[in-house]
T-cell receptor
Framework: QKEVEQDPGPLSVPEGAIVSLNCTYSNSAFQYFMWYRQYSRKGPELLMYTYSSGNKEDGRFTAQVDKSSKYISLFIRDSQPSDSATYLCAMSDGTRGYQKVTFGTGTKLQVIP | SAVISQKPSRDICQRGTSLTIQCQVDSQVTMMFWYRQQPGQSLTLIATANQGSEATYESGFVIDKFPISRPNLTFSTLTVSNMSPEDSSIYLC??????????FGPGTRLTVL
């Protein structure tokens, strides 16, 4: 079993839709959670960074962490064609000196105008 | 955050040769990381490079194959040695600026024939 599981998609939605992206994980020591957006032929770009359980909102993006279920989500409201990208979840236990981060495989999202 | 550049952005190489990838950051950072990203797979950490010390390699990666230099707090290189087609991948450098989140460069797309 992988430490982090993420549905690869592709996920195709109409413009304006609410998008839900999810990851599950097995390591209960993870306490730092991140979402990255990666456009084609570009490096990953940090979108959201949360610590422990709860919600965090930034504009059209909301990150949720449920540590009891080992489940994290990223919601995108009013999705735009410019949101079309691959979204990677990532997490860390924060205990190692050099902050090793474990990534999901990414979900490819396409927002259709 | 940090602005990170990588050179080259892409290259096509013959098997048996070596390629050195450069990573430059616009500010001083303690920790730099090198990742490999293969299609359909999550980002895989190759090694962590701290200035003034030997790089720390992850399981499955060895210094003879992936020598790393970190001469100062804004620069690092990764060499892919004695390349084979299996080394064809995107190579990414990233930095940590204090927290557990990491910021990535644009990547180097390597094709080995």
């Amino acid at each position: 079993q992988k430490e982090v599981e993420q549905d690869p998609g592709p996920l195709s939605v109409p413009e304006g839709a609410i998008v839900s992206l999810n990851c599950t994980y097995s390591n209960s020591a993870f306490q730092y959670f991140m979402w990255y957006r990666q456009y084609s032929r570009k490096g990953p770009e940090l979108l959201m960074y949360t610590y422990s359980s709860g919600n965090k909102e930034d504009g059209r993006f909301t990150a949720q962490v449920d540590k009891s279920s080992k489940y994290i989500s990223l919601f995108i409201r009013d999705s735009q064609p410019s949101d079309s990208a691959t979204y990677l979840c990532a997490m860390s236990d924060g205990t190692r000196g050099y902050q090793k981060v474990t990534f999901g495989t990414g979900t490819k999202l396409q927002v259709i105008p | 955050s940090a602005v990170i550049s990588q050179k080259p952005s892409r290259d096509i190489c013959q098997r048996g040769t070596s390629l050195t990838i450069q990573c430059q950051v616009d500010s001083q950072v303690t920790m730099m990381f090198w990742y490999r990203q293969q299609p359909g797979q999550s980002l895989t950490l190759i090694a962590t490079a701290n200035q003034g010390s030997e790089a720390t390699y992850e399981s499955g990666f060895v210094i003879d194959k992936f020598p790393i230099s970190r001469p100062n707090l804004t620069f690092s290189t990764l060499t892919v040695s004695n390349m084979s087609p299996e080394d064809s991948s995107i190579y990414l450098c990233s930095v940590a600026t204090g927290g557990n989140e990491q910021f990535f460069g644009p990547g180097t797309r390597l094709t080995v024939l």
